[in-house]
């Protein structure tokens, strides 16, 4: 399949057609990561493996900032 790029508004878009989205299990609010191997452009969806690494980083982070405060609530000082 050969695919030219769209303009949208200052930018550039690819137009992909519906039965690729639906054979990658791929919806308008899937978060995509966009990746080159310095030739080629790669386009994945997030697997789960990444929004949970994602989701303990910010838990981590949440942690760091706010222990103090997470204790009190749970009445441990």
Known sequence: MIKTLTVHGNSAALI???PILELLNISLDTPLRIST???SL????L???DRGARFDAALKRVNQNHS??????????
């Open 16 to 18: 992909i057609d519906k």
């Open 37 to 39: 191997d310095g030739t």
């Open 42 to 45: 790669i386009i994945s969806p």
């Open 47 to 49: 697997s789960s493996l």
């Open 68 to 77: 103090k405060t997470l204790k009190r609530l749970a009445g441990v000082e």
